[in-house]
Structures are given as structure tokens and as C-alpha cells.
């Protein structure tokens, strides 16, 4: 090996190495407000790495907006909060142009989306109008207003929550939405002990207000950088795509997976490999994010529905029957 391939190759590590740094601090900052919730915050910060965004699937009070918060307290960039309500307009959103008396010139005000992290707090309340205003955001990071593109900063994740046992005064999110997030998971509750810490951390105020900011945008550029230069072979690239392209021809299936999710996979799974300090991509990996990138983007016919049959269940399934690459 050449000196300058040398002296490349150890400035790679040491790139790598500081942005692994990044993501253990933001782990552990995550960690002193979330009791018992590695898992979820694993995939929470696989999306995050790796370009995605998430869905939020819980029952009320289980920690969906304190983990976006969190996330967003840890990193040093611009979050903004919106709550959905069956009154919000897609204006409310991206901004609106205001007539200047001053001018006689229209200026743009931008909307909450104009932002590097953005909880959209029970998405499903709002119509689906409003709804849509945030799928140009996250398929191409951009928003077209008054017939002009405005690009989005170069950090743009969206966290959006849902409660599954609210459907009077929601509107469920039509495929086109639900194939725009990479992920989509519930947190669960914890364990006794773990609910007992927490209320130990509540009892006189709420941890998240002495959170400190552990990452700065450029740490969470540069881990995102690292991320993608994570190696993914050729037969596990295979591997990803048949795993989707399984779930279009099961039984009880009415539309399976799109090749939106074989991209999530492949970029999910590089993120869990880089975090777990591996230079390239292993099946263990792609097998982990299966459920939470696929589930949610297949779509099952009434009558299987109706005799319990799954889209958890159908991908599962496809990730027993499917070969591993050697």
C-alpha cells in the first residue's frame, strides 16, 4: 500500500471513529430521559443517520413525543413542533406570502417545515389535505409554494406520532404518506423497575428541561457522511430487494412494498452496521430493520385482515422463507 493510501485510509478511521463518537453521545444523551427504550432508540437513530424518517405507533403516554424531543434537545439545529388538528391548513405548514404595505411586494414567511427536526405531533388528525402538504418535503426535501421551489436545509427528519386507538376525529395515512417514512414502530411499555426510575427523574421537574445539547448540525452532517460510505455487496443488495419483492406476491397481500423500501433497508442497515463499528453491511442487519421498514408499506386484503393475518406477520414470514446469502 502506497504512503498516500495509507495516510487516506487513516484519516477515514479517524472520521469514522469521530463520528461513531457522535452517535454514542447522543445515545447516551437520549438515554438519561428515556428509561428502557435502547431498541427504539437504535432505530430511531438508524433513520436519523441514514436520511429517513420515522412514524411513531403507540399508545397514549408511552414517550412518542419525549424521545422526538430528546433527539431534538441533543442535536444543535433548528425543531420545530407542530400539533395536527382537524383545522390545520397545509399554509399553517409551509408558510405563507404576505402582502407589504410598505413595498407593495409579497414576502414569504416560512413555515414550521423550514427546520432541520420536525415532530408532527399526531399526524393522523389532521384532513388529508394537510396531510399532504409534507409529501414533497420528505420524498425530495423541497416544497413548492406560490409555484416557486424552496430547497430544504441539509438536514431534514421528520418524526411524526399517531395513537392506534383513537379513530373518531383522525384520518389514517393513505399509502402514498406511509411509503415517505423509512421506518414506522411502537416504544411499548417498559418494565416496573424502569417506570419506577421514571418517576423518580419526574418527582420535582421534567428531565428533559436540564438536557444539554451533546452534537452540533456539522457532527450530524459528518455522521451521515460516514454512514453512507458504510460497503453493502452486491448479493446483499440482492438479499434487501427480495425480501421487499416477496411481500407483492403473499397471499393475503393487496399491495406490497415499493422499491422506496428496498433504498430505506439498504441505508437503515448501513447505519446499524457503522454503529455497531463494522466497515460493511451483514444480513443480521438488514434481518433487524425488516419489520420496521417494510410492515408499514404493505397493505392487506380485507377478507385476510379480517381472519388475523398481518403485515407484520406476512414480513416476518418472508424473512424466515427467504435465503441468506453465504
Do not use: W
Amino acid at each position: 500500500m502506497s504512503q498516500t493510501a495509507e495516510s487516506d485510509r487513516e484519516t477515514t478511521q479517524a472520521r469514522h471513529q469521530a463520528a461513531r463518537a457522535v452517535y454514542e453521545q447522543i445515545t447516551a444523551n437520549i438515554a438519561r430521559i428515556m428509561q428502557g427504550q435502547a431498541a427504539s432508540t437504535r432505530k430511531l437513530l438508524a433513520a436519523f443517520a441514514s436520511g429517513g424518517h420515522v412514524l411513531l405507533e403507540d399508545f397514549p403516554g408511552t414517550g412518542k413525543t419525549t424521545l422526538a424531543k430528546a433527539l431534538a434537545r441533543s442535536v444543535d439545529a433548528k425543531f420545530k413542533r407542530i400539533q395536527f388538528t382537524p383545522d390545520l391548513l397545509p399554509s399553517d405548514i409551509l408558510g405563507v406570502s404576505v402582502f407589504s404595505q410598505r413595498d407593495q411586494q409579497f414576502h414569504f414567511h416560512e413555515g414550521p417545515i423550514f427546520s432541520n427536526i420536525l415532530l408532527a405531533d399526531e399526524i393522523n388528525r389532521a384532513s388529508p389535505r394537510t396531510q399532504s402538504a409534507l409529501l414533497e418535503a420528505m420524498g425530495e426535501s423541497q416544497v413548492s409554494v406560490d409555484g416557486e421551489r424552496r430547497d430544504l436545509q441539509g438536514l431534514f427528519f421528520v418524526i411524526a406520532t399517531e395513537n392506534p386507538v383513537e379513530f373518531r376525529g383522525t384520518y389514517p395515512l393513505p399509502e402514498a404518506q406511509m411509503d415517505r417514512f423509512a421506518m414506522q414502530f411502537a416504544l411499548g411499555y417498559v418494565q416496573s423497575a424502569e417506570e419506577v426510575a421514571i418517576l423518580t427523574a419526574q418527582e420535582h421537574n421534567h428531565p428533559l428541561s436540564e438536557l444539554k445539547t451533546c452534537a452540533s448540525l456539522a457532527d450530524v452532517l459528518g455522521l451521515k457522511r460516514a454512514v453512507e460510505e458504510v460497503r453493502i455487496s452486491a448479493e446483499l443488495k440482492r438479499y434487501a430487494v427480495d425480501l421487499v419483492g416477496a411481500t407483492r406476491t403473499m397471499p393475503g397481500v393487496q399491495l406490497g412494498a415499493s422499491p422506496r423500501a428496498s433504498i430505506a433497508l439498504m441505508k437503515a442497515a448501513q447505519a446499524l452496521a457503522f454503529f455497531e463499528g463494522l466497515e460493511f453491511v451483514m444480513p443480521e442487519q438488514i434481518q433487524e430493520l425488516a419489520v420496521p421498514v417494510i410492515a408499514h408499506r404493505v397493505v392487506m386484503e380485507p377478507q385476510a385482515r379480517f381472519s388475523g393475518q398481518t403485515a407484520r406477520g406476512v414480513v416476518e414470514e418472508v424473512v424466515k422463507k427467504t435465503r441468506v446469502p453465504a
